[in-house]
T-cell receptor, first 114, second 115 residues
């Protein structure tokens, strides 16, 4: 019973392609997030999604778009992939926005752009 | 926005010794400071946290201290064991433990426990 699950775990793709990463949480949480962890292990938030409200980190390129079909899912779509997009992407969820610090992380998706 | 600095980037200690990791933050409005442990190839996991109205918190071999005036907080691990080897991240958040900005992480400390 994985609380936050992401698929795929590994993704290798060519530059210019469009890809998606799926995330599902079964914790009944109201808020979900996407974090990016670069090659130097630096973790940085990309998006917060709460009650159909999307908060975007201003540094995220518009090639990245989260899509939430329902409260339990927050998928990440990436268009026109670039080499610099290679990283590990973590989905996370928290009970609500006031508890982001208690977020539970998924296992991560290692994206490699070649 | 918030900026979190973390030091050292790598820390090697002998098994049984203590380890200390330090972080500073820039936004005085931050009032919740969690620490995450990330083992190789695994997800970050919350190990301990502290709120701004508390100066110190302990949980077995792990303790965290907070100095709001100086805007720094530290993780202390005593009697280190091999399974403590991991990357540790400090983080800061606004509001009552969170917010739309999520967590601002430090750059991580790779803790190596030497047998």
């Amino acid at each position: 019973d994985t609380a936050v699950s992401q698929t795929p775990k590994y993704l290798v793709t060519q530059m210019g392609n469009d890809k998606s990463i799926k995330c599902e949480q079964n914790l009944g949480h109201d808020t979900m997030y996407w974090y990016k962890q670069d090659s130097k292990k630096f973790l940085k938030i990309m998006f917060s999604y709460n009650n159909k409200e999307l908060i975007i980190n201003e540094t995220v390129p518009n090639r990245f778009s989260p899509k939430s079909p329902d409260k339990a899912h927050l998928n990440l779509h990436i268009n026109s992939l670039e080499l610099g997009d290679s990283a590990v992407y973590f989905c996370a969820s928290s009970q609500d926005l006031t508890r982001a610090a208690e977020a539970f992380f998924g296992q991560g998706t290692r994206l490699t752009v070649v | 926005g918030e900026n979190v600095e973390q030091h050292p980037s790598t820390l090697s200690v002998q098994e049984g010794d203590s380890a200390v990791i330090k972080c500073t933050y820039s936004d005085s409005a931050s009032n919740y400071f969690p620490w995450y442990k990330q083992e190789l190839g695994k997800r970050p996991q919350l190990i301990i946290d502290i709120r701004s109205n508390v100066g110190e918190k302990k949980d077995q071999r792990i303790a965290v201290t907070l100095n709001k005036t100086a805007k720094h907080f530290s993780l202390h691990i005593t009697e280190t064991q091999p399974e403590d080897s991991a990357v540790y991240f400090c983080a800061a958040s606004l509001g009552a433990g969170g917010g739309a900005d999520g967590l601002t992480f430090g750059k991580g400390t790779h803790l190596i426990i030497q047998p």
